[in-house]
């Protein structure tokens, strides 16, 4: 049955919500898009006419995709190249989400992307429909065909999973903007010492190239190994300017709500580093440099009001 363009319309009215929900359950923008196309094929193929709460149809049917997706996901994530890390996603992208509560904010921070990898599918999906996302038990259950009480279990278990590996605090804007600048300048100094102050004893940093750019397969971990490889990155060498097609300049933006650092070069994004910022200093630096996950970042930034940069000729 042919859909109306009400029908249509409806959809595309709901497409926004539904990569949002995709972007968190996948952390892949490009899956996301891949898995709302296809609920709306699903949507066409559907006697639209008979189903009585469309939102709940559509967003059991993406869910379901997303579980089935995830499910091939892990296996390949066994064979990926150095570490994953989820796609950035820069300040304004409508994939982001809802923001309007702390719960909503944190839920697609970097850091809770790459924790809740080590949840399972159903796991993944209970939390992001209820924290990010609002829905009540009655309808995740509805959704994931699981009882109300199994449901709530399941969220709380969740919820404690990820805030037993979190380290984020809200702090205001302008401490953070302090942060990101000493840390740029301590980085760029070629002394260790400065590095380490601003950083927690345990912070880490991880780097994902997925074999395209060079990375190191396991993360940094303590402040002095973080500040040795953070005071080595931003050391100039002819090799990373070839490598990364030329010098970049590096601007101070968001991503994924996090502080970041987003190196450019001609117009195109070649990094995007989230910072992980909390009272005690800099808790973890993710650093996302593989190209194929940097495409979106790319045609984000070039429609942004990015300022001037902080850095210029960075390598």
Not at 41 to 60: F, S, Y
Not at 203 to 223: H, L, N, S, T
Not at 286 to 305: F, G, H, I, Y
Request: contains cysteine; negative net charge; proline residues 5%.
């Amino acid at each position: 049955m042919a859909l109306t363009m009400t029908d249509v319309d409806r959809f595309e009215a709901s497409r926004p919500r539904l990569e949002a929900i995709a972007y968190r359950l996948l952390g892949s923008a490009s899956e996301a898009e891949d898995a709302a196309q296809e609920t709306f094929l699903r949507w066409q193929a559907a006697d639209v006419d008979r189903i009585e709460v469309p939102e709940a149809w559509l967003t059991k049917v993406l869910t379901n995709l997303c579980l089935n997706q995830l499910a091939s996901a892990r296996a390949r994530r066994e064979t990926y190249v150095g570490q994953w890390l989820p796609e950035p996603l820069l300040a304004g992208d409508p994939m982001l989400g809802p923001a309007d509560t702390a719960e909503q904010r944190e839920s697609v921070s970097y850091a809770v992307l790459a924790l809740l990898e080590r949840l399972s599918p159903g796991e993944r999906a209970v939390y992001v429909l209820r924290e990010a996302f609002d829905y009540p038990h009655r309808e995740i259950a509805e959704i994931l065909d699981i009882t109300e009480a199994a449901s709530q279990q399941i969220f709380h278990r969740a919820k404690k999973h990820v805030a037993d590996g979190k380290a984020r605090t809200e702090i205001d804007e302008a401490a953070v903007r302090r942060i990101v600048d000493e840390f740029l300048a301590a980085a760029t100094s070629g002394r260790t010492e400065p590095l380490v102050r601003l950083l927690t004893q345990d912070a880490v940093a991880i780097g994902d190239g997925g074999g395209k750019v060079p990375a190191r397969a396991k993360a940094f971990e303590g402040a002095l190994a973080v500040a040795k490889f953070m005071r080595g990155l931003f050391k100039p060498s002819e090799a990373k300017r070839a490598l990364a097609g030329g010098s970049p300049e590096v601007y101070a933006m968001t991503a994924n709500g996090d502080p970041a650092l987003v190196a450019v070069v001609g117009g195109r994004v070649v990094g995007v580093m989230c910072l992980q910022i909390t009272a005690e200093g800099i808790a973890g630096f993710r650093n996302q440099v593989n190209p194929d996950k940097l495409e979106r970042a790319t045609q984000r930034w070039a429609a942004s009001d990015h300022g001037e940069p902080l850095l210029e000729a960075a390598f």
